[in-house]
C-alpha cells in the first residue's frame, strides 16, 4: 500500500488526475480501507447496501472494482491518491432507493455522487472541486444523462470533514449543479438539498473514463 504519511507535494508544479476506481482497488483501499485487523468502517458501503456485513464489505467493493463503471473515482497529486468520490447509478444505491428522506426528481437513473473522502496531508488544497468535476466526466462518459449529490446547505460557514463527506451546496453549484428539491435529511445540523446538473452526450472519453 501507499505511503502513511504522504502529502501535498512541496513545489509549484503538482499534477493533479482524476482516474476512475476499475483496476483501482489498492488505491480505493489506502483511502478508504479499514487498516486496523477486526476494525469496523464503513468501506463505502453504507449507501450500496448496509446490509452486507463488515467481513465482506472488501470482497464486495474489491468485485465492483474490477469491471466497469465501477464504484466511483479517485484523485491523484503526482501519481500519490489523495481521495475518493463514490458515484454511480442511483439505482445502485440501495439506501437512496428506499430513502425516506431523498426525493426523486423524476423517473430517470439519475448518477449519484454521494461521499467525498480526501485523506490527511492534503487537505484545503481544492480536491474536492477536481473529484466532482472527475465524478461527473466519468458518469458522462459512461452514458448519464444526469448527475445529482445531496450536500449539506452549509452557507458560508465551513463544515466538519465527517458531516462533510456528503459535500457542500456551494461545492455542487460551482460545478454546475443547480438545486432541485429540498430533501428531509440533514448533516452536521445543515439541511440537504438535491443538487442536479443535465448532461450533453460525451464526444469522448472523460478523464476519469479509463
Same mark, same amino acid.
Given at each position: 500500500?501507499? #505511503?502513511? *504519511?504522504? *502529502?501535498? +507535494?512541496?513545489? +509549484?508544479?503538482?499534477?493533479?488526475?482524476? *482516474? =476512475? @476506481?476499475?483496476?483501482?482497488?489498492?488505491?480505493?483501499?489506502?483511502?478508504?480501507?479499514?487498516?486496523? +485487523?477486526?476494525?469496523?468502517?464503513?468501506?463505502?458501503?453504507?449507501?450500496?447496501?448496509?446490509?452486507? =456485513? #463488515?467481513?465482506?464489505?472488501?470482497?464486495?467493493?474489491? #468485485?465492483?472494482?474490477?469491471? /466497469?463503471?465501477?464504484?466511483?473515482? %479517485?484523485?491523484?497529486?503526482?501519481?500519490?491518491?489523495?481521495?475518493?468520490?463514490?458515484?454511480?447509478?442511483?439505482?445502485?444505491?440501495?439506501?437512496?432507493?428506499?430513502?425516506?428522506? !431523498? +426525493?426523486?426528481?423524476?423517473?430517470?437513473?439519475?448518477?449519484?455522487?454521494?461521499?467525498?473522502?480526501?485523506?490527511?496531508?492534503?487537505?484545503?488544497?481544492?480536491?474536492?472541486? &477536481?473529484? %466532482?468535476?472527475?465524478?461527473?466526466?466519468?458518469?458522462?462518459? &459512461?452514458?448519464?444523462?444526469?448527475? $445529482?449529490?445531496?450536500?449539506?446547505?452549509?452557507?458560508? /460557514?465551513?463544515? /466538519?470533514? !465527517?458531516?462533510?463527506?456528503?459535500?457542500?451546496?456551494?461545492?455542487? $453549484?460551482?460545478?454546475?449543479? $443547480?438545486?432541485?428539491? $429540498?430533501?428531509?435529511?440533514?448533516?452536521?445540523?445543515?439541511? *440537504?438539498?438535491?443538487?442536479?446538473?443535465?448532461? @450533453?452526450?460525451?464526444?469522448?472519453?472523460?478523464?476519469? @473514463?479509463?
Amino acid at each position: 500500500m501507499g #505511503n502513511q *504519511r504522504a *502529502r501535498w +507535494p512541496d513545489g +509549484p508544479d503538482v499534477r493533479i488526475e482524476v *482516474r =476512475s @476506481a476499475v483496476g483501482r482497488y489498492d488505491d480505493f483501499y489506502e483511502i478508504i480501507g479499514v487498516k486496523k +485487523p477486526g476494525g469496523k468502517g464503513c468501506w463505502c458501503m453504507a449507501y450500496r447496501d448496509s446490509r452486507v =456485513s #463488515n467481513a465482506d464489505s472488501p470482497g464486495y467493493m474489491r #468485485n465492483l472494482c474490477e469491471s /466497469d463503471p465501477g464504484p466511483g473515482v %479517485l484523485v491523484y497529486v503526482d501519481d500519490v491518491v489523495a481521495g475518493w468520490c463514490s458515484i454511480a447509478p442511483r439505482s445502485t444505491y440501495r439506501r437512496l432507493m428506499h430513502s425516506r428522506t !431523498i +426525493p426523486f426528481v423524476d423517473d430517470r437513473d439519475a448518477w449519484s455522487a454521494v461521499c467525498f473522502v480526501v485523506r490527511t496531508g492534503f487537505r484545503k488544497h481544492g480536491l474536492m472541486h &477536481h473529484l %466532482l468535476a472527475g465524478a461527473v466526466e466519468h458518469a458522462r462518459a &459512461h452514458g448519464a444523462e444526469v448527475v $445529482e449529490g445531496y450536500p449539506a446547505d452549509t452557507g458560508p /460557514d465551513r463544515v /466538519d470533514v !465527517i458531516s462533510g463527506y456528503v459535500g457542500t451546496v456551494r461545492l455542487f $453549484e460551482a460545478a454546475g449543479f $443547480e438545486r432541485a428539491a $429540498e430533501t428531509g435529511g440533514v448533516s452536521g445540523g445543515r439541511r *440537504r438539498w438535491v443538487m442536479r446538473r443535465e448532461l @450533453a452526450p460525451a464526444e469522448s472519453p472523460g478523464a476519469a @473514463a479509463g
